[in-house]
C-alpha cells in the first residue's frame, strides 16, 4: 500500500540542501519532518523560508546529528553535504531501509562509493543521484533526437572562474578547509573541478551516448603564488573519455582566478551531422534531402531547431521523480538510479588517477577492481593511506601490475 506522503529527511542544509527543501515543499506526495545540519544558522526558520515561501519547523524535527535523524521516523534521506564529509552515514540510513537521494559527487574515494552501492543493492532501496540536467527539456529532447545515431564525438569546452562557488553555508574554516568557505576552490573539499562540476556534463553526455570505458586526463596545475584562500585546484584540466561504443567525449575546463566570467561550448557530432546548444536552444545541422544534391546546399536548409517543451525546474522535476518512485517501490521512474550514476562517478574519479599517472588511460573496470589502482580508491585512514591526486606539482607512480587481471565492467 503506498502512504499517503513520503516523509523525507535531509541532511545538509546548505547551497543545495535548501534548493532540494524548496522542491520538496512544493511537491504534495512528499513531506519534510526533518532537518540535519550541524551549524544551527543553517536550521533557522528564516532562513528556510528564504528557500522554501510558508516553510514551518511547527512539525519538523531539526538535529545536528544523524543518529537524531533517524529517530524522526522517516521513509527517505537527502544526503546533500560536501563530498568529502560522508561518515557511512548514507550506508547505515539504506541498511535502515530509507529510500536515499544523493547529492553528486557522492564521495571523492571509489571505495566509499562502491560500498554505498553494495549497501543500497543489498537492501533494496530506491536511490539516486542529483544528475537533475537529465530532466531538464532540452537534453531530454537532444536524447530522443539522438537516440540510434552512431556517435562520434562529443565535446563540453566550459570556462569558469574560481570564485564562483561563493554561498557559504559550511563552516570550512572550523573543519580545516578553506578560511573563506568557497570548498569547491579547493582539491582536498572537491575533488577536483571535473569531479565536483565536470561530473554533470560527463554525465549528460553519458545520457545521450552511453556508458564511459576509459579516461585520459591532464590537468594544469595552479602556480603556488596563484593560491589564495585555500583555492588551490588546476587552472585547466584537458579530459577525454572513450565511450563503449566508440565514441570519444572531451571536456576542457578552466577555473581562473579574478576573471569572474563564465562561458562554454557544446556539441554533439554523429557520422551525419552535429548538434549544437544555442541560446535558444538545441539545434541540429544536417543534410536530409537528396544525396548527392542536384544542386548548391543552402545553409538555412542545414539548420533543424529541436522542438523541446518548456525547460522548467529541473530540480523540481528530479524530486518529484524520486519521491513517485519511492512511494510506489520502483525505479524504472527515474532517469538514472545510484548504481547506474556510477559509469559517471568513476569517469571522474578516474581523471584525476590519469593526470597523476602523466596522463595514463585508465580503463574503468580495472579501476574499480584492479588492485594495482587499490592505492587511489582508498578512503585515508582505511588501511593504505590514499594517493591524494591534489599533490599536482609532482607525479606518483603507480604500483606494479599483478599477474592477475580483473575486467569486471562498472555498475551500470
Known amino acids: 500500500m503506498v502512504a499517503a506522503k513520503l516523509r523525507v529527511g535531509i541532511v545538509g542544509l546548505g547551497q543545495r540542501g535548501l534548493q532540494h527543501l524548496g522542491a520538496l515543499h512544493r511537491i504534495s506526495e512528499a513531506q519534510v519532518v526533518a532537518l540535519c545540519d550541524p551549524f544551527p544558522e543553517n536550521l533557522a526558520e528564516e532562513k528556510l523560508r528564504r528557500f522554501a515561501a510558508g516553510f514551518s519547523l511547527s512539525r ?5 546529528r544523524f543518529e537524531q535523524l533517524l529517530e524522526a521516523g522517516l521513509d527517505a534521506v537527502y544526503f546533500c553535504i560536501p563530498p568529502g564529509r560522508h561518515q557511512g552515514e548514507l550506508v547505515r540510513a ?19 562509493a562502491l560500498e554505498m552501492e553494495r549497501a543500497i543493492q543489498r537492501a533494496g532501496v530506491v536511490a539516486t543521484v542529483g544528475f537533475q540536467q537529465r530532466h531538464d527539456a532540452w537534453h531530454l529532447a537532444i536524447r530522443d533526437f539522438l537516440r540510434g545515431k552512431r556517435l562520434v564525438m562529443l565535446t563540453q569546452v566550459t570556462n569558469g572562474a574560481l570564485e564562483s562557488h561563493s554561498v557559504k553555508h559550511t563552516r570550512t574554516e572550523e573543519l580545516g578547509g578553506p578560511a573563506n568557505r568557497v570548498w569547491a576552490a579547493n582539491f582536498a573539499w572537491s575533488g577536483s573541478t571535473v569531479v565536483e562540476a565536470g561530473i554533470h556534463p560527463l554525465d549528460l553526455m553519458r545520457f545521450w551516448g552511453g556508458e564511459v570505458a576509459w579516461v585520459r586526463a591532464t590537468y594544469v596545475p595552479r602556480a603556488p603564488e596563484d593560491i589564495v584562500d585555500g583555492g588551490d585546484n588546476p587552472c585547466g584540466y ?13 571536456l576542457s575546463l578552466t577555473r581562473l582566478r579574478q576573471t569572474f566570467w563564465g562561458d562554454g561550448y557544446q556539441d554533439i557530432s554523429w557520422d551525419h551531422g552535429h548538434l549544437k546548444i544555442e541560446a535558444e536552444g538545441p539545434v541540429a545541422y544536417y543534410y536530409d534531402g537528396p544525396y548527392p544534391p542536384p544542386g548548391r546546399v543552402e545553409a538555412a536548409a542545414l539548420r533543424h531547431p529541436l522542438q523541446t517543451g518548456p525547460r522548467g525546474d529541473s530540480t523540481l522535476a528530479i524530486g518529484q521523480a524520486f519521491v513517485e518512485a519511492a512511494r510506489a517501490g520502483d525505479t524504472s521512474r527515474l532517469l538514472n ?11 571522474v574519479l578516474g581523471a584525476n588517477v590519469s593526470d597523476q599517472l602523466g596522463g595514463e588511460k585508465v580503463e574503468l573496470g580495472e579501476l574499480i577492481n584492479h588492485p594495482k589502482y ?11 593511506t590514499a594517493v591524494r591526486p591534489y599533490l599536482h606539482l609532482r607525479r606518483a607512480s603507480c604500483p606494479p601490475t599483478p599477474s592477475t587481471t580483473s575486467t569486471t565492467r562498472p555498475g551500470t
Open 374 to 384: 587499490a592505492p587511489y580508491r582508498k578512503k585515508p585512514g582505511e588501511g593504505r
Open 60 to 64: 519538523v524535527r531539526t538535529c545536528n
Open 238 to 250: 584537458a579530459v577525454t573519455f572513450g565511450f563503449e561504443s566508440g565514441a570519444v567525449a572531451t
Open 337 to 347: 538510479t545510484f548504481s547506474s550514476s556510477m559509469n559517471s562517478h568513476s569517469a
Open 94 to 112: 539504506a541498511e535502515g531501509g530509507l529510500h536515499i537521494f544523493a547529492e553528486k559527487p557522492v564521495s571523492l574515494f571509489l571505495d566509499e
